[in-house]
Structure formats: structure tokens, C-alpha cells
């Protein structure tokens, strides 16, 4: 296959596109700068794209002779930035990205969202057709990017793939460092109960599931939950992340309403200085909103089997940590 990855010089990007240039796929990734992770990329086969997803020439470039593209890029939440450039990249850029794969002859647009547009799952587990409630303006414009790829796919008949996955962890990946290195290093402390569910998705799973969502004839114009096998309380996680460190299970809990409260206050100031708040409410969010997904549709339709084990999953993060210096 001839394939183009947006994103590659990020996390999840990064091991899709190396992955699928190791099984023999010809792999292209656009990248809006040179440096150690573009690098990193060209040595590892892939032809660089220089360009940015807002720009349409780069675009027409970079989707001319492909056959799939995996959308993989997106604007994660940061400091001091307007809604209006979260919808400019999570939103308008998707169809972008769609229009110019049509005109460049791609078969296939597998476009990654996230199971956030789902927001708080009251009634878990969640499946593709649990309600539709995001929560903040990241879940939003991803929510408003799934709509506009379906409208494109449907307005120049071209295949797209919606993609949502659970929280995505393994070697490489510095968002859940928080976690395990706080119960790790003995500073883990809980807020509320900690019986809400949380559902990891190994990067490796999660990578297979990319490729079979851009290769099984099934997967044209549907929409899949990609998530590991188990599903486990923040509780029970947090005691097996405990157990592969070989440390004491974390027994603290604080209530959750005056770091909520403190996270209001210092959105309020540091936002609009463009300072990275020291709390945010969304991080006190991760104590309170279940997460626990169904991947009944993923497994019948495009034969996905997450393998990697949690425990399995733990181990290999944390002895990625401790590689590289941050345990």
C-alpha cells in the first residue's frame, strides 16, 4: 500500500507510521518542520511531506498517488489557544484532508477521533451509538471534524473511516507519566471514590486496529471504538500499577470539589496570559468521568483483537520510563 500519515511526529502518528513501513507499506507523513522526530522518521524509511494541514498546495502533495490516509493529527488541549484554532485543525482541516485525498485518487480516509465526543458514560459500557455529549472544546471540534468527514466522503464518494480510541498509553507516551510515575515515586494521591472506570488501549492494539480500519473492506464508512480487552476502576488501576512497580498500593483520597474549584480559578488567570494553568478542571475531570467502551462492533466486523495484556501494557510503559530517566 501506498499510504500517507498525518501526525507522524507525534505519539500515536509516530508508531502507526513506523509500523506500517516496517510490514512493507510505502509510507509518507507530512510534517510541518525538520527535526529530531522527523528524523527520526526519514531514517526509518519514510518520505518526508513538508507542509501544514491548513495548507492546500502541501495537502494536494502530499495525497497525489496514495492509496489510504491515516488523519492523525490533531490540536490537543494547550494554554491560551482560541477556539478558533481548535476548529481550524480538529474541524476544517479534516475536510481538507478529505477533499484533497478525492481529488489525489485515495480509496481510503481513516480519520482519528476520539471516545471523548461520548463525554461522561453514564450508563457503561459505551458502544458507537451511545449518546453524543463532549465536554470541552477539544471534544467539540473533534465531534464537529467526524461530521464534516462524513459529508465530505459522502459529497465526492470516497471511503472514510471514523476512528475513536480510548486512552492511548506504552512506550513513548508521556500523557499518563503523571500516573504511573506518581505511584511509582509514592506520590500517587486519588480524588473521590476512584470507582469511576477508566479503559487504556495499548499503542500496539491500537496501531493494528488503524491498519485493519484502513484495510478490511468492512471498515469503509463506519465508525469503530478502538480499547484494550480490560476494563478496570481507576482503583483497581492504580493498585496494578502499584503491583508491576513493586510499591505499596496508593490508599490516599482527597475530595474532588476544591482542586475542581482551584482549577476554575486558575484557568481564569493563566488563560488569558497564555500560561499553562498548574491545575486544570479537565485533570480533576479524569477522577470523576467514567470511561469504559464496547468494542463488540471493531471485533465482528474487522476481526480486531487487542493482545497485549494490561499488566503486559504496565510493564513495558514503566520500563520505558525508567529508560528514559523519568522514573
Not at 4 to 16: M, N
Not at 67 to 76: E, K
Not at 86 to 99: G, K, L, S
Not at 292 to 297: E, G, L, P, W
Amino acid at each position: 500500500m501506498r499510504v500517507l500519515v498525518t501526525g507522524a511526529t507525534g505519539f500515536t502518528g509516530g508508531h502507526l507510521a513506523r509500523a506500517l513501513a516496517a510490514r512493507g507499506d510505502s509510507v509518507s507523513a507530512l510534517v510541518r518542520t525538520e527535526g529530531p522526530a522527523a528524523s527520526a522518521l526519514s531514517q526509518a524509511g519514510i518520505t518526508l511531506v513538508m507542509g501544514d494541514l491548513r495548507d492546500g498546495q502541501a495537502l494536494a502533495a502530499a495525497t497525489g498517488g496514495i492509496d489510504i490516509v491515516y488523519h492523525i493529527a490533531a490540536m490537543y488541549r494547550q494554554a491560551g489557544l482560541g477556539d478558533e484554532v481548535y476548529r481550524a485543525v480538529n474541524a476544517v482541516a479534516v475536510r481538507d484532508v478529505i477533499e484533497a485525498a478525492a481529488r489525489g485518487g485515495v480509496r481510503r480516509v481513516v480519520h482519528c477521533s476520539t471516545v471523548g465526543v461520548h463525554g461522561d458514560v453514564a450508563h457503561p459500557p459505551a458502544n458507537e451509538d451511545a449518546p453524543l455529549q463532549p465536554g470541552d472544546i477539544y471534544q467539540v471540534t473533534k465531534l464537529e471534524g467526524e461530521e464534516l468527514a462524513r459529508e465530505a466522503g459522502a459529497r465526492l464518494g470516497i471511503e472514510v473511516t471514523i476512528v475513536r480510541p480510548t486512552g492511548i498509553y506504552g512506550p513513548g507516551d508521556r500523557r499518563l507519566l503523571k500516573l504511573f510515575g506518581g505511584v511509582a515515586r509514592r506520590r500517587w494521591v486519588t480524588l473521590g471514590s476512584g470507582e469511576i472506570y477508566y479503559h487504556l488501549t495499548f499503542i500496539d492494539d491500537l496501531v493494528d486496529g488503524f491498519r485493519l480500519c484502513g484495510t478490511h473492506p468492512a471498515a469503509a464508512n463506519r465508525t469503530y471504538i478502538l480499547a484494550g480487552a480490560e476494563v478496570t476502576t481507576l482503583n483497581a488501576l492504580v493498585a496494578l500499577v502499584a503491583d508491576v512497580a513493586g510499591v505499596p498500593t496508593p490508599t490516599r483520597h482527597l475530595p474532588v470539589w476544591p482542586f475542581w474549584t482551584a482549577g476554575a480559578v486558575c484557568e481564569a488567570i493563566c488563560g488569558p496570559l497564555g500560561i499553562e494553568p498548574p491545575i486544570f478542571r479537565r485533570r480533576v475531570d479524569f477522577f470523576t468521568k467514567s470511561r469504559a467502551f464496547d468494542i463488540t462492533r471493531a471485533r465482528t466486523e474487522i476481526g480486531f483483537a487487542p493482545r497485549v495484556e494490561l499488566r503486559e501494557g504496565i510493564r513495558r510503559t514503566l520500563n520505558w520510563y525508567r529508560a528514559e530517566g523519568w522514573l
